[in-house]
């Protein structure tokens, strides 16, 4: 018995140094700080999965406006479907899905688009007809009051584009308007 | 590569109104102080399981910790971060310097750990969501074979190994993409998973926590570290008197019979075995190393880059017309297909050098499982085998020393059965 509880005794201080090391050699090199999960707006190709593959019933995935960017036009490509019928505000014109994107006039000729998160999908719809012919000022982002961040986001592991990085939690959003500026 | 914002169409100048430009909102992550909140939750938990097991001795608080645990960890917190995931964020972390690891992480990964070394896998008992919920799913125990039980025991062993082999290389945390109970927890997740996750319940309900038993790679590190423990549970609160009231009692077939009436082998016979045993080890770690090196291409195709890579190259030999959404993606950013092809070269090597290791490690499991089966301990109590024991508490009151240092009426004792 005393043999066997000599044995134990010493691996088990054995086993100890073990996790002290990986301790260690983790915390050593000082990057540890909390992370959360984001979308570079300029590497997502607008593929549509961040719609399906988020975990949650509705995506965390949200569209967000940098207005600065905006050029607050009348016929929005992010807005209108390539060929509307007529040009007016009915949903069949509309490229949003769940008519998520609200467009308001505010002097002429300019409209201002906001998104009624809420109804967002994140489908990116309107974010590909803004980046193709507009000036890329919708874009999409995780919204993190929705996030639970998973400890591996399972749009990341789905984006083609590799858009969706962790990123330090004191700088959680990557608006498009101030990354270009930075 | 940041591509260029196109300004097709100029900044409106507002003339009419005085029309401010609105700014997108920010939602507020989750507040630093709730993580350190969990991980105060975590260590009260464990102190207070471990106090509960060795001793109070008491099943049912157990039990009330264990749908605390279920609601906080899991529904609450919705399972994430937990320590079964934490493996893959340390092994990632131990192998890439660039990849750092918060205080959450760290502590649930090191701190159940830790507490195993001292008190046994007290976490298992009743702060592991995971664990906790398949305990109480736990109605009509049945035994499991001891074959089957040994031999499916092993697949947690091979789920570590290649968790760590993908999570070191940056192919993705398997465990957490096939965790079965979180899209329970959340309410939400591909069908797949949810069936799954109900299915391990409902197998759960016969058989004693399939998750931990056989699929737990977690578990196998707190196995390990149990299995060395300090204090440990112990069934009978006095000395045992081969009763044998405890044997069927635990529901995950950790009790170690004792073998004082046990027929015992000629020795010869243990001897030739033993060495043959001994002469097969290395056979089957170089065989693990040969399958881990034929596997490693397979594996590495998971990982995005190789994966992109191979189809590039067969969308550049002419041997596919369309392109997928990834390399169209890489053909629209100025990405250099050398350096990809490169990359991907060098990744497939890591793979072949990680799953070889890999298979060593399986090889030598299998191997030492081998070897200790053919061992026979001269064990003069019924004990719980440590390295199994969850600390579930569900042992004490077959004893009968126990019903008595309660006060409790004790069952008539049966004969032993040869004696
Ligand atoms: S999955 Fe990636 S490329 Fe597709 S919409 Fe989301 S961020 Fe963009
Ligand atoms: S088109 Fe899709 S991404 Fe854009 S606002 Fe509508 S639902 Fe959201
Ligand atoms: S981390 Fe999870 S919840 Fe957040 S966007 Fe990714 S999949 Fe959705
Ligand atoms: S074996 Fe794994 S899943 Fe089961 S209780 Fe322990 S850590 Fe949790």
Not at chain 1, 153 to 166: K, L
Not at chain 2, 87 to 115: H, Y
Not at chain 2, 312 to 332: K, N, P
């Amino acid at each position: 018995m005393n043999r066997r509880n000599f044995l134990s005794g010493s691996l088990r201080g054995s086993l100890m140094l073990a996790l002290g090391g990986v301790l260690g050699a983790i915390t050593g090199r000082a990057k540890a700080r909390n992370t959360v999960w984001q979308i570079d707006p300029f590497q997502c190709t607008q593929c549509g999965r961040c719609a399906t593959e988020c975990v949650l019933e509705l995506s965390a995935v949200k569209c967000v406006h940098s207005f600065d960017m905006c050029g607050y036009c009348q016929l929005c490509t992010g807005y209108f479907e390539p060929d509307p019928n007529k040009l007016n505000t009915a949903a069949e014109n509309q490229l949003c899905p769940t008519g998520a994107l609200v467009r308001s006039f505010i002097e002429d000729p300019y409209y201002e688009y906001t998104i009624n998160e809420p109804l967002c999908v994140g489908c990116a719809k309107c974010v590909k007809g803004c980046t193709m012919f507009g000036n890329g000022s919708l874009h999409l982002q995780i919204r993190h009051d929705r996030c639970v961040n998973c400890n591996e986001c399972s749009i990341a592991r789905a984006c083609p584009a590799d858009a969706i990085h962790r990123v330090p939690a004191d700088r959680p959003y990557q608006f498009k308007s101030r990354e270009r500026k930075s | 590569m940041p591509q260029v914002v196109a300004q097709r169409f100029p900044p409106p100048q507002f003339t009419e109104t005085s029309h401010l430009l609105p700014v997108p909102t920010e939602p507020a992550v989750r507040a630093l102080w709730l993580d350190y909140l969990d991980i105060g939750v975590l260590i009260a938990a464990l102190v207070l399981v471990s106090w509960l097991v060795l001793r109070r001795r008491s099943r049912s608080g157990v039990v009330g910790v264990g749908i605390f645990s279920v609601l906080y960890f899991g529904f609450w917190r919705k399972g994430c971060i937990c320590s079964i995931g934490s493996i893959q964020n340390l092994s990632q972390a131990l192998f890439d310097s660039s990849f750092g690891v918060p205080l959450t992480v760290l502590a649930f990964g090191l701190v159940p750990l830790l507490f195993a070394l001292f008190f046994g896998r007290t976490f298992c008992a009743a702060v592991c969501p995971h664990g906790a919920l398949q305990d109480l799913v736990l109605l009509k125990p049945v035994k499991v074979p001891n074959w089957l039980d040994h031999s499916l025991r092993m697949l947690a062993w091979i789920y570590l190994g290649l968790a760590v082999v993908f999570a070191a290389t940056g192919g993705g945390y398997i465990i957490c993409q096939y965790d079965p109970f979180v899209p329970i927890f959340r309410l939400s997740g591909s069908l797949t998973m949810v069936l799954f996750g109900v299915s391990l319940l409902v197998v759960g309900i016969f058989v004693g926590r399939p998750y931990c038993r056989f699929l737990c790679p977690y578990g196998v590190l707190l196995g390990v570290a149990a299995s060395v423990s300090k204090w440990r549970v112990r069934i009978t609160p006095d000395t045992c008197t081969q009763c044998r009231l405890c044997e069927e009692s635990c529901a995950f077939g950790a009790i170690n019979k004792s073998a004082v009436d046990a027929p015992s082998q000629p020795r010869a016979t243990d001897k030739r075995r033993l060495i043959l045993l001994l002469v097969l080890l290395p056979v089957l770690i170089a065989g693990g190393i040969g399958l881990g090196g034929l596997a490693g291409g397979t594996l590495a195709g998971k990982h995005r880059i190789v994966n992109l890579a191979e189809r590039l190259q067969l969308e550049e030999s002419g041997a596919v017309q369309d392109t997928t959404d990834a390399s169209a993606a890489f053909r629209a950013g100025n990405n250099s297909i050398e350096t990809l092809y490169a990359d991907a070269r060098a990744l497939h090597h890591r793979y072949v050098v990680a799953a070889r290791w890999c298979g060593a490690w399986i090889g030598l499991v299998i191997g030492l499982k081998l070897l200790s089966l053919a061992i026979v301990r001269r064990r003069t109590d019924y004990e719980a085998d440590q390295a199994h024991c969850l600390s579930c508490a569900r042992c004490y009151r077959s004893c009968p020393q126990e019903l008595q240092r309660l006060g409790l009426p004790v069952p008539e004792t049966p004969k032993p059965a040869n004696g």
